[in-house]
């Protein structure tokens, strides 16, 4: 603190004094910066920066904290200004003070950095710039300090320019808010450096969001950061540019439309990125609205056609956005059919939801019953035993396909291997798989079935033998066992509990016959291959026009197949069957020690790929198949142990067709001593290869066959007894009598020992059984589902969460019972649901009074239209054959035909058409909820919700509520509907014509409320008025039970044209039949089999909706059935009479 | 009965089936048809269209008139009509009404004429009248066949003020379809327990194969497959489609075929697009003639 050497500058000395008055830190600072600018800056200069100083720190209570902050940073300026720059900047520090010295403040404080990067002559613009945000109040000063403080940041991505802008845009957002504006330049600091040269462009973009919706801007910032940041620089300046384009047109999801194309354009390939942004502004130019659509929609159109093809189809949706916005949007949705239709064309792959309905009755014509068609994921999802969810199988009743085929390069060839998959699917159920039974003999072998010993059967013998000789010895892991069934009765008994009752022990036949095998998995895959044969012979020769693509289908199969010589020979020879059944003839490789095993397993195939095979054929082949291979080691061989096998034509044909291709004794012989050449086995060659050696070392584990794909997977148990229970409710199985329900225990032991469940549950044993006893668990429901004494349908995958359960039945007396169709499944759920029906209460006369008054004009004019049709009924039909009397002019005409020797007309009488008009019509009314509704908006005050908060002003409010009686000051939608039938009611009165009115509401399934206001048959009297005063809104949307209800009692009445008019306020809803997604189009759905019931019943229905996003699920329901969307609801009392006449005359 | 020599004219609607109508019985039909005829208990013919229950009654008709030639102890020539049986058919529609039946004035030069209608004219000569879809016919209609019907067999003309006895070797045999199963068009009890019912279905596969061969004379393996193709389409019946098709249908192909058209194409034109108008359930049936048919 030592005081200058240089008395002559007195401004200095001035400040020193007066600055100690100000707190310590003010002068302190100043000291210390004189120091060092004392030597740098000439005297002047020196002197007007310290009076500067001083101003600064005098301009107001607060504002020495603005002095101390300029002392301290003049240093670090001064180095990088000129000294009248330097002054300048002072002073312009100055007149910031003098707004706010917090403002100066941070003005200093950020300069010294801020100079490095601003140029001199842009200080005054700058401060500008940040001062503009300052407007007097707390908030503002704080963020025009934020951007002084930022702006070193900002200025190291940002031009100045580009500073200024985004200052511009701030102080746009901060008219409306400062914490937005704080925010933004929050986001602002961190989003620039990523997207550098796109700034300026974003600000505008920013900057008109603000301007238009300045509530996004944060979205926007956010959703930048987040996705903007990912895109290349060459992608990003299109992309912000067409969304300021699209804002500017008012499309006000600039953020959403962001995210989405950035979304989009980073997963769609480099190369086509520029042609897409393209392609966006192409649709931009001519529907704004629709252009963030395209983009959302980008990736799933892609996943249907190539990039090329999406091009076509953009190019019809420029042409379709020319129509108007409404048809671009849904276009680009991919919600409008010409949308769906164009990408159809376009795209070679097929879905299956897009073929369900085709291959469905096509499987219905080949196999004379309902097969469902599902997504092979859906039987996955089920858990009940199927794992694929990409291979086509079935279970006795549904087939399951993939989801999309995309295999081929044309539609056709994808349909086509959805046409030869599902054909060999239904082959199961049309040709007999699944309706194997143990006890039918086979038609081409001599059978072994009934001579062969079941497994349980040897266990059990066992078993006995072991009690019989009173072992305590603890079982072996393999069944070692060569005896007969004891017959002694001591054994027997011990017996009991391992040896069941033997028929009852199988659920079903498949399962028996697995019994038989030890090795089941074996047995299983040789089932599979040879019943998958059968089926394919049966195809060719009953649907040859199948075949060609079948062959195709057959050929990639065979294609896929691995190589034999990597299998071990066991596994090669089941290889080998396969491959022979896929018809290959050329080039089968085959381990040269077993051709000879090779021959007589091909050999089985052809016999049992005839048209004379059943299903008992493939099992008796299997039992051969399984002798052969049973007996041949799985060892693991080298390339040179295989040989190619001759064709089959050179085969010496030692055994001719008639001829078994082995030995059926040997077989039975190999089969009783299965496991063990232990006792009495004579030593033959068959019986010193058993389970033991099986197992030996050296030898692979058996492992089954890749599948062949268009076969998919096949589970003949589970099947079997998955469609047993359907075939019993359609009395197919009538001669097994009454099935004794299945425990969860014998579906345990099925699992247990079916060989299609083991893979899975070999894998890992905790996981496994817990795996298990879920899938026992599923299947039980299934077979609940499946039970015809709970249902009469099968149930399809039932996706309601709260509104599963059974039918209902109607217990009470006006309570009545209606199937709801499930267009998931295809098909009804019988009595689902339950409508109450229920006699409106009356209420006052005076709303029907009031309302004719009201519109006398309307009135007078319905009444003229409505006697119009009055003489229509008795006009005179002319030209009959036959009727009340001669029509003169006729008669007259033919006379004169006679005599020039013309033929004459017959139709010579006329006929007053008495019956001409015999109409009955129902109106159904809807009471859902929705129809509270105000129908306008802005009609409606602020009345019930809009309550003050002030609890004075609350009462006032209350009191003048009261007063009105509460009465709507304003219209809802059921208040129209009411209007309108008050308005028909008056005049249909006058037509003569059977009219009831109805209401409907309800909630759930079982509570559909159904309010008769005046029935078909009842005659109108005071009461009906009354009834109509209560029409009132209630609950939900069911309409589906409504309509059928109202179809049933319209079916009872004698006329010959009856109605069904249906008014509306919008889309069916309720509890589990509406919500977003599969239940909305459920809703729907049922609602339309309703009214394709009605007319079938032969009634005509008519929807009249008001809801006036009606048209796009109205197309969907009321396809090919008339229906109006009411512009204007007010429109609805006009227009109720002269639709009625209309379609009744 | 007296009225036959009066009412000797020929008239174009009466039928005598002069060579043998090819049918195929699929049970004891005709054994019940001549018990029925034999007691003169009138017969209703149920069944699907296309069944050949026209078929069926021209041939019994033809049937009838050679037993009738050959129980004539004379041996007399089978050319004399009078000792066939005739047949009349009517196709009953929804404008038929009882003129139409029983017949009706005409205007002549000289004044009016009377002139039989069909039914009329079966009853006179004593031959089969054969009311095709007789639910078609108005309700009026109906009552008149009832006196003819049971033990009076009769039929009263109104405009002529008189009541005919029915000739001898007279029988009313009606058809209909319960297939369209309407509430309308049912036929009333009253008049349906008037007859012994004989139920038609579609012959079974071989026999209708052996059908569509005889009558397109195709190859028999063709007409095994468009048997085949019956048998499937027929499984859609109630499930969008509401008949299935006929084996008139299937023989229409096998004829087209014959005259060189290709399988699928003959298949297409004569049943596809014949039996519905839904294009998807046409796609579906045209899958299931490309797989029946390469």
């Known amino acids: 603190m030592t005081s200058s050497d240089e008395p002559k500058q007195p401004a200095i000395e001035v400040t020193r004094k007066e600055l100690e008055q100000f707190p310590a830190p003010v002068l302190e600072r100043y000291e210390i910066a004189l120091e060092k600018l004392s030597g740098r800056l000439a005297d002047e200069t020196c002197q007007q920066w310290a009076t500067e100083g001083l101003e600064i720190a005098r301009m107001t209570v607060r504002s020495w904290e603005a002095a101390a902050e300029f002392f301290d940073a003049s240093v670090a300026v001064q180095r990088q200004l000129p ?76 031009s100045f320019e580009e500073f200024c802008h985004f200052g511009e845009f701030l102080e746009i957002l901060s008219r409306r808010s400062y914490d937005q504006a704080g925010d933004a330049l929050g986001a602002g600091i961190e989003l620039f450096p990523k997207i550098t040269g796109d700034v300026d462009r974003f600000i505008n973009l920013a900057q008109i969001v603000a301007e238009k919706s300045w509530r996004e801007t944060a979205v926007l910032f956010d959703s930048a950061t987040a996705s903007l940041v990912e895109l290349g620089p060459n992608h990003r300046a299109p992309l912000i540019s067409l969304a300021r384009r699209l804002v500017i047109t008012g499309v006000s999801d600039a953020a959403g439309m962001l995210r989405d194309g950035a979304n989009t354009v980073n997963r769609v390939p480099t190369d086509t990125r520029d042609r897409l942004l393209e392609m966006t502004d192409g649709i931009a130019a001519v529907s704004a609205p629709a252009a963030p659509e395209f983009l959302k929609i980008v990736p799933e159109v892609l996943e249907r056609v190539t990039f090329e093809q999406m091009g076509q189809w953009q190019l019809e949706g420029i042409q379709i956005a020319r129509e108007s916005d409404e048809s671009a949007i849904s276009y680009f949705k991919l919600e409008s059919p010409r949308s769906q239709e164009m990408l159809d064309s376009l795209s070679s792959s097929i879905e299956l939801s897009r073929v369900r309905d085709i291959i469905q009755m096509y499987c219905l014509a080949l196999t004379g019953r309902a097969i469902d068609v599902q997504a092979a994921q859906q039987l996955a999802e089920k858990n009940i035993g199927w794992f694929q969810g990409e291979l086509p199988t079935t279970e006795g009743t549904t087939i399951y396909m993939p989801s999309v085929i995309n295999r081929y390069t044309t539609k056709d060839e994808n349909f086509g291997f959805f046409k030869v998959i599902s054909t060999h699917q239904i082959g199961h159920i049309e040709f007999g798989s699944f309706a194997f039974d143990f006890n039918i003999p086979s038609l081409l072998f001599d059978d072994l079935r009934p001579r062969l010993p079941g497994a349980s059967e040897l266990k059990a013998a066992k078993a006995a033998d072991e009690a019989a000789k009173k072992k305590t010895v603890e079982k072996p892991q393999v069944v070692v066992f060569g005896h007969e069934p004891p017959a002694d009765q001591a054994a027997a008994e011990a017996t009991q509990e391992a040896a069941e009752p033997e028929t009852p022990e199988f659920l079903t036949d498949m399962s028996r016959f697995f019994d038989l095998f030890q090795e089941r998995r074996l047995a299983l895959d040789v089932f599979t291959v040879l019943e998958s044969s059968r089926i394919d012979g049966y195809v060719a020769e009953l649907y040859p026009g199948v075949m060609e693509m079948y062959n195709i289908v057959r050929s990639a199969a ?107 004794e040997e077989v039975i012989q190999q089969f009783m001593g299965q496991p063990s050449p232990e006792g009495e ?465 | 009965m007296a009225t036959q020599q009066k009412y000797n004219e020929r008239n174009i609607e009466e039928y005598y089936v ?178 012994v019912a004989l139920e038609f279905d579609f012959p079974d596969e071989e026999r209708e194969a052996q059908i569509i061969a005889y009558e397109s004379g195709c190859e028999l393996e063709t007409a095994e497959r468009l048997a085949r193709l019956g048998v499937k389409i027929r499984n859609l019946r109630e499930h969008g489609l509401e008949e299935g098709a006929s084996t008139r249908m299937l023989i229409y192909a096998g004829r087209l075929i014959k005259e060189g058209v290709s399988n699928r194409r003959a298949c297409q034109v004569s049943v596809t697009w014949g039996i519905t108008d839904d294009p998807q359930i046409q796609r579906s049936i045209d899958e299931v003639v490309t797989s029946i048919f390469a």
């Open chain 1, 558 to 664: 065979l294609e896929s197949r691995p190589d034999v010589t990597e299998l071990p020979a066991r596994e090669a020879l089941v290889e080998f069957m396969i491959r022979v059944s896929l018809d290959q003839v050329d080039d089968m490789i085959v381990p040269a020690e077993h051709k000879d095993a090779a021959r007589k397993l091909r050999r089985l195939i052809r016999k049992i790929t005839s048209i004379d095979a059943i299903v008992e054929d493939a099992a008796e082949a299997s039992i051969r198949a399984y002798s052969i291979l049973i007996d041949i080691d799985n060892d693991e061989l080298d390339d040179d142990e295989f040989e190619q096998l001759e064709p089959e034509e050179e085969e010496d044909s030692s055994g001719s067709d008639d001829e078994d291709v082995v030995d059926p």
């Open chain 2, 18 to 195: 002069a060579d043998e109508p090819f049918y195929v019985s699929t049970s004891d039909e005709i054994e019940i048809f001549e018990s029925a005829y034999r007691q003169r208990v009138p017969i209703l013919l149920k069944g699907p269209t296309g069944t050949g229950k026209t078929r069926f009654v021209e041939h019994m008709a033809w049937r009838l008139s050679e037993g009738i030639a050959k129980r004539n102890p004379n041996g007399a020539s089978p050319s004399k009509t009078d000792e066939k049986l005739p047949l009349i058919t009517v196709a009953c529609h929804e404008d038929l009404t009882a003129s139409d039946l029983v017949g009706r004035y005409l205007l002549d030069a000289d004044g009016t004429r009377w002139i039989d209608g069909p039914l009329t004219r079966a009853v006179k000569y004593g031959g089969i009248c054969y009311l095709d879809e007789i639910v078609e016919a108005r309700k009026d209609t109906t009552v008149i066949i009832h006196p003819l019907t049971d033990h009076r067999r009769s039929l009263t003309i109104d405009k002529l003020g008189t009541t005919i006895d029915a000739a001898d070797g007279f029988l009313l045999v009606v058809s209909y379809n319960p297939g369209y199963q309407n509430a309308l068009k049912d036929l009333k009890h009253s008049t349906r327990q008037r007859f």
């Open chain 1, 83 to 158: 000294s009248g720059q330097f002054l300048k900047w002072a002073k312009t520090g100055t007149s910031l003070c003098e707004d706010s010295p917090s403002l100066a403040v941070a003005y200093f404080k950020s300069s010294p950095k801020a100079m490095l990067r601003l140029r001199p002559r842009y200080i005054d613009d700058w401060a500008n710039v940040c001062r503009a945000l300052y407007r007097g109040t707390w908030k503002s000063s704080a963020l025009s300090c934020r951007l002084f403080e930022a702006t070193p940041d900002l200025l190291e991505t940002l």
């Open chain 1, 681 to 1145: 086995g004579e030593g033959d060659k068959e019986e010193g290869t058993g389970e033991q050696e099986f197992e030996g070392e050296g030898e692979e584990d058996y492992s089954s066959p890749q599948e062949v794909d268009y076969r998919g997977e096949f589970k003949p148990e589970l099947s079997q007894l998955l469609s047993q229970m359907q075939m019993m409710e359609s009395g197919e199985m009538t001669e097994h009598g009454e099935m004794e329900p299945i425990t969860q225990e014998q579906l345990e032991e099925m699992m247990k020992n079916a060989p299609e469940m083991e893979m899975e549950q070999t894998e890992g044993e905790e996981g496994g059984d817990q795996q298990v006893s879920e899938m026992i668990e599923n299947l039980m429901k299934e077979l609940q589902k499946r039970d015809p004494e709970n249902q009469q349908f099968q149930p399809g995958p039932s996706q309601h969460v709260d509104e599963d359960g059974g039918p209902l039945t109607a217990t009470e007396p006006d309570t009545f019972t209606y199937p709801e169709w499930d267009f998931r499944a295809n098909e009804y759920k019988p009595d689902w649901c339950m409508v109450h029906e229920k006699i409106m209460t009356d209420g006052e006369p005076n709303f029907f009074r009031e309302t004719l008054a009201e519109n006398q004009g309307l009135v007078a004019q319905i009444k003229r239209q409505f006697e119009l049709v009055i003489p229509e009924m008795y006009r005179k039909q002319k030209r009959l054959e036959d009727g009340e009397e001669h029509d003169l002019d006729a008669v007259l005409e033919a006379l004169i035909d006679l005599r020039v020797g013309v033929s004459p007309d017959e139709k010579l009488f006329w006929r007053r058409n008495k019956n001409e008009r015999s109409v009955a019509v129902a109106f159904l009314l809807d009471l859902s909820a929705s129809t509270a509704e105000a129908i306008d908006e802005a009609k409606k005050p602020s009345d019930d919700w809009g309550a003050p908060d002030d609890p004075v002003e609350y009462m006032v409010w209350l009191r003048s509520r009261r007063s009105e009686g509460l009465r709507r000051t304003y219209k809802r939608i059921v208040d129209v509907e009411k209007e309108g039938i008050t308005l028909l009611v008056n005049s249909l009165e006058a037509l003569g014509d059977a009219y009831g009115i109805y209401g409907f509401s309800g909630y759930g399934r079982e509570n559909v409320e159904f309010y008769t206001i005046k029935d078909l048959d009842e005659k109108f009297t005071d009461i009906v008025p009354r009834r109509i005063d209560r029409i009132a809104p209630l609950h939900a949307t069911r309409m589906g039970p409504a309509i059928r209800h109202t179809a049933a009692k319209l079916a009872e009445v004698e006329a010959r044209s009856r109605f069904l008019f249906l008014i509306s306020d919008g889309r069916p809803q309720d509890r589990g039949y509406s919500r977003e997604g599969v239940e909305k189009e459920y809703a729907v759905h049922d609602t339309r089999q309703s009214l394709i019931e009605a007319r079938q019943a032969g009634i005509t229905p008519f929807c009249l909706t008001v809801d006036k996003a009606g048209h796009d699920y109205m197309k969907t329901m009321m396809e090919d059935f008339s229906y109006e969307v009411l512009s204007d609801i007010s429109l609805l009392p006009k227009r109720l009479p002269q639709l009625y006449r209309n379609l009744t005359t």
